[in-house]
């Protein structure tokens, strides 16, 4: 829906959202042998985002949790993101490093626990995903560009276009991709790129990003003195993303984890695995039994509820 415009357009994906949510979720509902009257509670992104859609999702939960008398449970999108590598396996163990990397953001987090995270390093301008799927859009690609990026650049070979490593020596722990993504377009502009002319420009591009990325990663674990990287967010299913991290964090004597692929950009089940982790706060009683947190514990008849567009992932506290 949203390729014709070479990205998300707020108010169709609201309206699209209104249209699915409810059939989805009988639908998911059908397909897991599960009634609403099995659920504990529900977790909905509250931010940050696009105000309407986010709008969408927190009245259907709300709704949905004062009709069944059970908690509703807000989550930061990006806590979705960084926690969706503990539905893997093997799964890191808290105390953590964690690359977040996505359209929309792209962070470096020392994680402690859940809600206890610290900014190390973030971008200064766009973020990676964005200069992917812009770069996608300068070569003809489409919509949304880093699976087209990196398809592309399997044929093509880094180096025969030269491009810059933004802020790859800049003595901090921050990103900038907007100069790599303007670089790319003075490196088209005006001319007529052939099939191999494009996928050398994908593979540089690829190539210049993910060094970046893996530098600043690394450097992120040595500083901390942290021996694990949990990567997360869409670039996350990079491949070559994934094989230079795996690789050059093992010779340094440390592991990375990531989320399964298909949960690597925006889903439902990293939302609900952060809900479950604040619902329990990993609290268990004398018989190893998970129990609510007090935060939840009573019900109430009040859910008004309101949304984050714009929301600091530090200001999350503890589960």
Same mark, same amino acid.
């Given at each position: ?17 209104? %249209?699915?949510? @409810? ?8 397909? #897991? !042998?599960?009634?609403?009257?099995? *659920? $504990? +509670? ?122 810059? %490593?933004?802020? @790859? ?8 991709? #907007? !100069?790599?993504?303007?670089?790319? *377009? $003075? +490196? ?132």
């Amino acid at each position: 829906m949203h390729a014709d415009y070479g990205g998300v357009v707020p108010e169709l994906a609201s309206r699209d959202h209104i %249209r699915r949510v @409810l059939p989805l979720t009988r639908e998911l509902l059908a397909t #897991s !042998g599960t009634t609403l009257n099995d *659920l $504990t +509670a529900i977790a909905y992104t509250q931010g940050p985002g696009l105000a309407g859609a986010l709008l969408v999702g927190a009245s259907i939960a709300h709704g949905l949790a004062y009709a069944l008398d059970i908690p509703a449970i807000g989550i930061h999108h990006l806590e979705g993101h960084l926690l969706s590598p503990l539905l893997a396996s093997p799964a890191p163990a808290f105390p953590f490093v964690a690359l977040l990397v996505s359209g929309g953001h792209t962070q470096l987090m020392q994680v402690a626990d859940v809600g206890a995270y610290v900014l190390l390093g973030e971008t200064v301008d766009d973020a990676a995903g964005e200069a992917f799927d812009k770069t996608a859009q300068l070569l003809g690609l489409g919509y949304p560009g880093g699976p087209k990026i990196a398809a592309l650049a399997e044929l093509g070979t880094p180096g025969r276009v030269k491009l810059p %490593r933004p802020m @790859l020596g800049s003595g901090n722990l921050n990103f900038s991709f #907007s !100069g790599l993504k303007t670089a790319v *377009l $003075t +490196a088209v502009r005006g001319k007529t790129l052939s099939d191999a002319d494009k996928a050398d420009l994908a593979a540089e591009f690829q190539a210049a990003a993910v060094d970046v990325l893996v530098a600043k990663s690394l450097a992120a674990l040595e500083e901390t003195s942290l021996n694990q990287l949990v990567v997360a967010g869409g670039v996350g299913a990079n491949r070559l993303l994934r094989e230079r991290l795996t690789t050059q964090a093992t010779q340094q004597g440390c592991h990375v984890f990531y989320p399964p692929l298909d949960l690597c950009t925006d889903n439902g089940a990293m939302i609900a695995l952060a809900g479950a982790l604040r619902l329990t706060s990993g609290v268990r009683d004398a018989s190893g039994t998970l129990r609510l947190s007090s935060r939840f514990n009573t019900r109430s008849s009040s859910h008004a509820f309101t949304v984050r567009p714009r929301w600091d992932l530090e200001e999350l506290r503890p589960a």
